[in-house]
T-cell receptor, first 113, second 114 residues
């Protein structure tokens, strides 16, 4: 089946630290990969996406590279801010026909001043 | 502003009540979704509508009844809910159902069952 595995949280960092949130996937076909972010009291917002191998998605200083050989899509940011504190969800969706968006369980990021 | 508006933001109801959740999207999308988000569990897809037609019902109990009168509006009618139904209910929409089309989410309705 199709699944997404994320590192357990919370991830606790000081402001300006480097962030990595690991995400690996299993898929029966060729997926598009997504990172969503959920701020407190809000719904999910698309952060970035990549639709094929070796693509790099980027937005708001966050980056993730679609690595087919390691089936990974790790989220990185060079210098986190307190305002980045949120829950981050990795997700995949197969590109052929209609397929569900499959989410990981989410990783909570806490950034302190 | 995500382009997907959900009302109400919070709802408290008893197990015998009937209420409805509303979702409206202003993005011109043709697919809409209901998700359930419970603490410490992955998001659960409940229903999918494409051009007003239901294309997926993910084994959801009949006490949840969706309605999609047009491509811009989606409702979730609630009746005789259980305490375990307390959760955040998220609506989403997308342009088509192809894999590379992202879904845009509303802010959700926080539902509490007494």
């Amino acid at each position: 089946g199709n699944s997404v595995t994320q590192m357990e949280g919370p991830v606790t960092l000081s402001e300006e630290a480097f962030l990595t949130i690991n995400c690996t996937y299993t898929a029966t076909g060729y997926p598009s990969l997504f990172w969503y972010v959920q701020y407190p009291g809000e719904g999910l917002q698309l952060l970035l996406k990549a639709t094929k191998a070796d693509d790099k998605g980027s937005n708001k200083g966050f980056e993730a590279t679609y690595r087919k050989e390691t089936t990974s899509f790790h989220l990185e940011k060079g210098s986190v801010q307190v305002s980045d504190s949120a829950v981050y969800f990795c997700a995949l969706r197969l590109n052929t026909g209609f397929q569900k968006l499959v989410f990981g369980t989410g990783t909570r990021l806490l950034v302190s001043p | 502003e995500t382009g997907v508006t959900q009302t109400p933001r919070h709802l408290v109801m008893g197990m015998t009540n009937k209420k409805s959740l509303k979702c409206e999207q202003h993005l011109g999308h043709n697919a809409m979704y209901w998700y359930k988000q419970s603490a410490k569990k992955p998001l659960e897809l409940m229903f999918v509508y494409n051009f007003k037609e239901q294309t997926e019902n993910n084994s959801v109990p009949s006490r949840f009844s969706p309605e999609c009168p047009n491509s811009s509006h989606l409702f979730l009618h609630l009746h005789t809910l259980q305490p375990e139904d307390s959760a955040l209910y998220l609506c989403a929409s997308s342009q088509g159902q192809e894999g590379n089309q992202p879904q845009h989410f509303g802010d959700g309705t926080r539902l509490s069952i007494l």
